[in-house]
Each structure stands twice: as C-alpha cells, then as structure tokens.
C-alpha cells in the first residue's frame, strides 16, 4: 500500500474503527502491520497519532490498547 494523504487518513479511520469495534483488541506493531497490510513506518505513525488522540495507548507488553479514561468501564464502552 502507497502511503499518500488519501491513503493515510483511510488507514488512521480503519485502525481506529477496528479498535473502537473490538475494545480488548491488543496489537504489537509487528501484528499491526500485517493486519492492516502496512509498512512499519506508516502503521507506527498512524497508531501513536492514535495514541496522541487518547484513541489508544501502549500497554506494558508494548501492545497498542483502546485507552479507557480512568473511572469508564470497559464495560461501559
């Protein structure tokens, strides 16, 4: 995949849709960028700009998580 501006806020609303869609969905950035058939360069991007914007953030194993605002429930979203 070409990483041109079109291409890039595609990728930013796929990878959000998938983790806002499944809540326990946990990637590392190897498993990121063959799930969504990405150069590491672009997915990395992509997913701390989702990290940025309080979508995501990195647990302990470095996996990227849907971040929960403390006091939500992950029942709750």
Excluded: H, W
């Excluded at 989702?50 to 939500?72: H, I, Q, S």
């Amino acid at each position: 995949m070409t990483t041109d501006c079109g291409n890039i806020q595609n990728l930013v609303v796929r990878m959000q849709g998938e983790f806002l869609e499944e809540p326990r969905l946990a990637l590392r950035l190897d498993e990121a960028t063959r799930r969504f058939g990405v150069d590491k360069i672009a997915c990395e991007a992509v997913l701390t700009a989702l990290v940025d914007a309080n979508v995501l953030t990195k647990d302990r194993r470095g996996a990227y998580v849907r971040f929960f605002p403390r006091g939500l429930s992950k029942r709750a979203a």
